[in-house]
């Protein structure tokens, strides 16, 4: 069992050995036999033990109702766990104050597989959104909306509208958007649904960008082929338990 104190607890964040043997990865997500059960008694997830740590890329995979959607719910504090512990970044999300939610959420970067464009709105405007909320002056926002798209190879396409771009490009703005306030943990789920797989190699490549600068990636995705080629961690639900685990101390 991981012992997980309380609230903002450094002392729960956990160490991996590196090649030479030293400890430098921090795990910024730790779920410790966390379940998930709803009033019909029905278990979403069931004694689920992981960790990602920083700058790890790392895929959820299994049926349509294997329990993917919610693990990643239950890591933005939109639903709680039913038991266990659940610390992301630090913040026991047992003891977190519904006031403190928003706040912890800023620090983690969310795709969607319909990429929740509005279409009314600019390119820039969309990337801009997480920013107003937080209340960012407009010259600081600019400069973060330039370079999210910079990162995700859509400079000069602000003033664009999302009806004008390819859905490749339409989901890079879903990329941008959940980078531009610079998190250390990006969620997807189902990122590349919509995309053929040359576009959904695009959307993994600029994944690993960001997993290279040390942000971490929890990728949830039904897609086997693209998995495959892929080649890095795998989490494998059935029926809400963790059946699989293809990266460090798992099984293949």
């Known amino acids: 069992m991981i012992c997980v104190p309380s609230m903002l607890i450094n002392s729960s964040l956990r160490f991996f050995p590196n090649r ?18 709803y009033i019909s008694g029905q278990y979403a997830l069931s004694q689920t033990s992981f960790e990602i740590a920083k700058g790890e890329m790392a895929f959820i995979t299994g049926h349509s109702g294997a329990g993917k959607s919610t ?46 464009l509005l279409n009314d709105r600019t390119v820039a405007d969309n990337v801009a ?7 960012f002056s407009r ?3 600019l400069r973060r909306v330039r370079a999210a ?27 941008a958007r959940a980078v531009v ?30 997993k290279n600068v040390g942000v971490s990636l929890l990728i949830a995705s039904h897609d086997i082929s693209l998995i495959n080629r892929m080649n890095y961690r795998t989490l494998i639900l059935k029926d809400g338990e963790l059946i699989g685990d293809t990266g460090r101390g798992g099984s293949s």
Do not use: W, Y
Request: hydrophobic share 40%; proline share 5%.
């Open 129 to 135: 959104l997480p920013l107003d909320i937080s209340g």
């Open 181 to 210: 306030n610079r998190p250390n943990i990006i969620l997807a789920d189902e990122p590349t649904g919509n995309l053929d797989p040359e576009l959904s190699t695009e959307i993994m490549e600029v994944f690993e960008q960001f």
């Open 20 to 37: 030479n043997g030293f400890q430098d990865l921090i795990a910024v997500i730790i779920f410790d036999e966390v379940s998930k059960q």
């Open 71 to 116: 693990l990643l719910k239950l890591i933005l504090a939109t639903e709680k766990c039913s038991s266990g512990n659940i610390v992301v970044n630090g913040v026991d999300l047992n003891r977190i104050r519904k006031r403190e939610i928003p706040f912890f959420r800023r620090r983690i970067g969310t795709v969607f597989q319909d990429h929740q």
């Open 149 to 175: 798209l910079d990162k995700v190879g859509l400079l000069g396409k602000e003033k664009q509208f999302p009806a004008e771009l390819s859905g490749g490009e339409q989901q890079r703005v879903g990329i």
């Open 139 to 141: 010259n600081d926002s």
